[in-house]
């Protein structure tokens, strides 16, 4: 229940509520219903920015799962999208109805993720970093020579995905597929977090010692975030086949790995709500920083060219920023707005 000076619970259930209050409850109603509103208001471009914007969210908290909950490591996570995405491709392909194709490119690639998880029980650290950029590397090597399954150098064609003979074949009614998935992604994650194995993660992560002392069986949590984690990133990875119709080697290297990881550390590690700023930034950086070289190349065409390549250094200066002035995240900048607030006009 919401006291004058607060909340106030009075049952464990209560406590355990993801919006605990009524008024979070309405803010985020009315957040969603201005989403469902957007897509009739935004023009096409900035629709698809927030059509990728939900593919990342996916993949992000799917990282944040395995890394920020659990503390494990991974290197190799764009390249765990592109199982994904060539596993759902090719169901597709083979005329696999669009939910039953996501699916099985998840279940694929949580195997595929468990087998490489499983030098996580010895590995750790910067042991671990190193064995999942192998599985990056190899998993490029598979992408690029892997035949009529990959296509190889000339990837994979797919249709506009369908369900029940509806084609989403405009971005609109992508937006709300998409928009389906990320909701159901984070509410899935959100609810990890809270059950037992959420809590196994958490202790894994802050004393792996400690954890295995009270029970907690250090191989089998370690395997099961891997493969949660390596399924989401699989339904990311076919989602953005579908939505871009088109499946290269190219799209899933180390780079897109690094991308992930700059979201939840930008966004903050472990924080659900933290994987969502992460992805909004880091997709919305390019676009920003597209904007500003088109505007300074208007006003001073002589250095557009010097603009355009400063472009690439910005993102890695950006993440050097928040590591030493934001090293909890964007999620921990919003908590400290919410305390604010709570407590105003008081100071404590």
Known sequence: MQGKCGLFFTTYEAE?????????????????AALCAAPFVLNTHLTSIVNLIFISVIGAVALNLLTGVCGQISLGHGAFLGVGAYAAGQCSV?????LAAILTGGLVTAMVGM???VPSLRLKGIYLAIATLAAQLVLEYAFLHGGALTGGSNGLLLEPPSILGFSFDTEVRMYFLLF??????????????????????????DFYLSAEIVGVNLFRYKLVAFGVSSFLAG????????????I?????????SISYL????????????????????????????????????????????????????????????FLIFEPEGLAHRWRLVKAYWKLYPFAH
Not at 18 to 27: D, H, N, R, Y
Not at 190 to 197: E, V
């Open 180 to 205: 389906a998935f990320a909701a159901g992604a984070l509410l899935m994650v959100t609810n990890i977090m809270r059950s037992k194995y959420g809590r196994a993660f958490v202790s894994i992560r």
């Open 16 to 32: 355990a509520q993801v919006f605990p209050s009524g008024f979070q409850k309405l803010m985020v109603g009315l957040f969603l």
């Open 248 to 256: 290269s080697a190219e799209q899933f290297n180390i780079g897109l």
């Open 235 to 246: 339904v990311a990875g076919g989602l953005w086949g579908h939505y871009t119709g088109y």
């Open 262 to 321: 700059a979201m939840i550390v930008i966004g903050g590690l472990g924080s659900v709500l933290g994987s969502v700023f992460g992805a909004v930034f880091i997709v919305l950086l390019p676009e920003v920083l597209t904007g500003l070289s088109n505007t300074i190349s208007a006003v001073l065409p002589d250095i557009a060219q010097y603009v355009v390549a400063l472009r690439e250094g910005v993102f890695g200066l950006t993440l050097i920023l």
């Open 115 to 117: 087998v490489f998880g």
């Open 94 to 98: 083979h005329g696999v109805p669009f």
